[in-house]
């Protein structure tokens, strides 16, 4: 396994706006995730992801200005008013390139709301502001980084035949778009700006100060 942080270290004090997927308030997604932490407390070589900063990252952005932020959040706003929640189910979770994560599913609902969300963005900050897209989204969240370059052939066995929960489940009804920020060789954390339904029912909210 590679080293996750070596590849991805941001300037100090950097804020970087992504849409994200949450966890808070999803007790089955915490079950899941705390049924891996005695297994994943046993690799120093991980850096684990606490629960309640658990997340599915839609769309990397970078820095915005607050004005360019509300924009891409009202872009976003219009775009999912017509998608429907839907419901999806979290693992399993396997040992990858850099780290632990955890596939969700179905895809196919995912990847709508991706290429929605991304399209709105592009057309606040234009497209060569965004990251490459990939050819497939591939929704997912992770459950630790690594830290170091290592054999992680143990800690695929283990995954495989020491640790299986059932499958998590909950509904997708939301969105939000967070400022992060990054504890090199720690964590990201956020705080967030606006959390954007899907569908018509529920209403825009907005957040300027607290964290998410």
């Given amino acids: 396994?590679?080293?996750?942080?070596?590849?991805?270290?941001?300037?100090?004090?950097?804020?970087?706006?992504?849409?994200?997927?949450?966890?808070?308030?999803?007790?089955?997604?915490?079950?899941?995730?705390?049924a891996h932490a005695d297994l994943l407390s046993r690799y120093p070589q991980l850096?684990?992801?606490?629960v309640e900063w658990l997340h599915a990252t839609i769309q990397s952005i970078g820095p915005l200005t607050d004005e360019q932020s509300t924009a891409v959040a009202e872009a976003?706003?219009?775009?999912?008013a017509d998608l429907?929640?839907?419901?999806?189910?979290?693992?399993?979770?396997?040992a990858i390139h850099n780290g632990v994560v955890v596939d969700l599913y179905p895809e196919e609902n995912l990847s709508?709301?991706?290429?929605?969300?991304?399209?709105?963005?592009?057309?606040?900050?234009?497209?060569?502001?965004?990251?490459?897209?990939?050819?497939?989204?591939?929704?997912?969240?992770s459950l630790a980084y690594s830290n170091t370059?290592?054999?992680?052939?143990?800690?695929?066995?283990a995954l495989?035949?020491?640790v299986r929960p059932s499958r998590a489940r909950m509904t997708v009804e939301r969105v939000v778009l967070v400022e992060q920020q990054q504890d090199w060789r720690r964590l990201y954390s956020w705080t967030a700006h606006a959390t954007i339904?899907?569908?018509?029912?529920?209403?825009?909210?907005t957040n300027l100060g607290g964290e998410s």
């Fill in 84 to 94: 429907q929640p839907f419901d999806i189910e979290i693992g399993p979770a396997h």
């Fill in 197 to 205: 339904p899907l569908g018509r029912a529920l209403p825009i909210t």
């Fill in 160 to 162: 495989a035949k020491e």
């Fill in 47 to 50: 850096t684990h992801v606490p």
């Fill in 112 to 141: 709508i709301v991706y290429w929605a969300l991304r399209k709105a963005t592009e057309g606040v900050v234009g497209p060569d502001a965004l990251p490459p897209a990939p050819e497939l989204f591939w929704p997912h969240l």
């Fill in 149 to 157: 370059r290592w054999s992680d052939d143990d800690l695929k066995r």
């Fill in 76 to 80: 976003g706003r219009a775009v999912l």
């Fill in 1 to 34: 396994m590679k080293d996750f942080w070596s590849s991805h270290q941001w300037p100090p004090s950097e804020r970087r706006v992504h849409w994200h997927l949450l966890f808070q308030g999803e007790p089955d997604v915490h079950r899941f995730a705390h």
